[in-house]
């Protein structure tokens, strides 16, 4: 790779994370009245894939602290988007759930989602395989160097 391609990629990545920063500070309602964050609503995506996830489990999937993840739970409870039960295999540990209007949200945010990525998922779903596997590890080695 040239320096000057590099050099381009790195201008477009740089992009890509300001725009992505912007991102994350927007309030959205995605049609059920409850305006949620990007990392509420990906919390919620999380819970939603995972039911019965614990606090630990969320805050190392979503690569923040225990602390904020315990913050935004409390306001996802607050908000009536999901529900905390002590786990069945530890009563130290807690499990959580997305409520009716939490499944609601994560539905209504999926709809909206697929809207806005199906152009992307398109091109990639024509790239060969191999291509697919270069990105993922480029993301990956991208990851590694900002920890």
């Known amino acids: 790779m040239k320096v000057d391609e590099f050099k381009e990629i ?19 309602d995605y049609g059920n009245g409850i305006s949620l964050s ?6 919620i995506m999380l819970i939603g894939e995972y039911p019965g996830i614990s606090v630990t489990e969320i805050a190392k999937r979503r690569g923040i602290t225990k602390g904020t993840a315990s913050q935004m739970l409390y306001k996802l409870v607050d908000k009536g988007l999901i529900e ?6 530890s009563d130290a540990q807690i499990s959580i ?11 209504l945010h999926d709809e909206y989602h ?16 191999q291509s697919v596997e270069d990105f993922v590890k480029i993301i990956e080695k991208l990851e590694e160097s900002l920890d």
């Open 97 to 107: 759930f997305l409520t009716k209007a939490g499944q609601e949200a994560n539905r």
């Open 10 to 28: 790195s201008t477009l990545l740089e992009r890509v994370i300001h725009k992505y920063i912007h991102m994350e500070k927007l309030v959205v």
């Open 38 to 43: 990007q990392p509420e609503i990906q919390t």
């Open 84 to 89: 905390k039960k002590v786990s069945p295999h």
């Open 114 to 129: 697929k809207q806005k990525v199906q152009p992307l998922y398109q091109y990639m779903s024509k790239l060969p395989k």
